[in-house]
T-cell receptor, first 117, second 111 residues
C-alpha cells in the first residue's frame, strides 16, 4: 500500500506482559515518529527516527518503552511489563524530513489500540 | 514546555451552520498545522500556516495564524456531516521535527 501501516490494529494484553507494535512507513521516508494518544487527549510525542538512529528519545515515558528501526524502514515500539496506564492508541507517522523547506508533512498510520487489563 | 489549548473541546451543530474553533498558546511557534482525525484513523494534515497574520482557505475551511504566531483559528462555513471529526492543531517550535499537539475539538455535524 501507499500509506503508513501499523499492526496489530488492536491489542489486548494483561498487566505485566510485554507487547510489540509495528510500523511500516511510506517507502523512501527517512523520518519516522511514534506518538501516544490517550482517550480525550492530543498526541504525545514519544520518539523520532532519522534513518535508523533515534536522535530524540525524550518523549519515552519510562525505561519500559523502547523502539528500534531497521533498514530505514520498519520500526517496532516495545513496551515491557505493561501497566494499565499504558492503554492508549499508539500512532506512527513518517515524512520526507523536508524541514528546511517547511513543506514537510507527517503522514500518519491508523494506529494500534492497546488495552492493558 | 510549549502548550496548545484548543476550544471548544466539544461542538455539536446542525448542517449548514458556521463554526470557529480556536488554538491558543503563550508560546511562539514557527508554524502551525491543522489536522482532522476520524475514528479508527490517524490524523490527516489539512493545512500548514507559517507567516504571522496568514490566512489560508481550503474550500469551506478558513485558517488564520495570529500576528504574533501564538494562536490560530479554523472557521468552517456551512458545515456538512462529512466535516464531523476531531480537529487537532499542532505547533512546530524549537525542533523542526517535534510537533506539540492540542487536545483537539470534537466536531459533530448533524444532518
Amino acid at each position: 500500500g501507499a500509506g503508513v501501516s501499523q499492526s496489530p490494529s488492536n491489542k489486548v494484553t494483561e498487566k505485566g506482559k510485554d507487547v510489540e507494535l509495528r510500523c511500516d512507513p511510506i517507502s523512501g521516508h527517512t523520518a519516522l515518529y511514534w506518538y501516544r494518544q490517550r482517550l480525550g487527549q492530543g498526541l504525545e510525542f514519544l520518539i523520532y527516527f532519522q534513518g535508523n538512529s533515534a536522535p530524540d528519545k525524550s518523549g519515552l515515558p519510562s525505561d519500559r518503552f523502547s523502539a528500534e528501526r531497521t533498514g530505514e524502514s520498519v520500526s517496532t515500539l516495545t513496551i515491557q511489563r505493561t501497566q494499565q496506564e499504558d492503554s492508549a492508541v499508539y500512532l506512527c507517522a513518517s515524512s520526507l524530513a523536508l524541514w528546511l523547506e517547511r513543506t514537510d508533512t507527517q503522514y500518519f498510520g491508523p494506529g494500534t489500540r492497546l488495552t492493558v487489563l | 514546555t510549549q502548550l496548545l489549548e484548543q476550544s471548544p473541546q466539544f461542538l455539536s451543530i446542525q448542517e449548514g451552520e458556521n463554526l470557529t474553533v480556536y488554538c491558543n498558546s503563550s508560546s511562539v511557534f514557527s508554524s502551525l498545522q491543522w489536522y482532522r482525525q476520524e475514528p479508527g484513523e490517524g490524523p490527516v494534515l489539512l493545512v500548514t500556516v507559517v507567516t504571522g497574520g496568514e490566512v489560508k482557505k481550503l474550500k469551506r475551511l478558513t485558517f488564520q495564524f495570529g500576528d504574533a504566531r501564538k494562536d490560530s483559528s479554523l472557521h468552517i462555513t456551512a458545515a456538512q456531516p462529512g466535516d464531523t471529526g476531531l480537529y487537532l492543531c499542532a505547533g512546530e517550535g524549537g525542533s523542526n521535527y517535534k510537533l506539540t499537539f492540542g487536545k483537539g475539538t470534537l466536531l459533530t455535524v448533524n444532518p
